[in-house]
């Protein structure tokens, strides 16, 4: 008894084994390639491209104001000597005032500024694009019907296929 239920359970397992073949239930095929046309992606690295360029720069004046300050003491000090009377006070503001420009001119006379020259650098970005393959559309036919699928290389004039054959469910 022992023997005949190993025996149909050894049967039953093969049974099953053939009517359902399971996942690696394939076979190796090829299909006619009818067209492989190249993918192509747009690449942009960008690069910075710098320089120099000397530029004139003005030179800030440099002021001094002892002249001014000198010159108007002692314009003042000449008006008031000068003026008499009721006029005194107003020929010690103009001479002030006028001894104050005059020694402000002498002082600075030479001091007049001017430009110097500095190195400035300037940069800018420049586009840098580039196309890279990244695969293939590959058309093909395999037992009368039509495919397609991308690959990453060009298969040729043939593509190695694995076929899968499964029960159909009705």
Sequence with gaps: ???TVLTLALIGGTG???ADPGPAAWFPARGDVLSST??????NEPRRECWNEQVNVEAPRQRDY?????GG???GVLGHQIGGGSGRSWSTAVG?????????NIDNSGNRGGTTVRDEQHCRQIDNWSRRLTGYNVTYRYS???F???LPYDPGPSVQLNVNVSVADH
């Design 144 to 146: 009368g019907q039509t």
């Design 148 to 150: 397609s699928t991308v």
């Design 66 to 70: 002892g002249g001014a300050v000198l």
């Design 16 to 18: 099953m084994a053939c």
């Design 73 to 75: 003491l002692l314009g």
């Design 38 to 43: 190249p993918i192509y992606e747009s690449i």
């Design 1 to 3: 008894m022992k023997m």
């Design 96 to 104: 002030a005032a006028t001894g104050a420009m005059v020694g402000d």
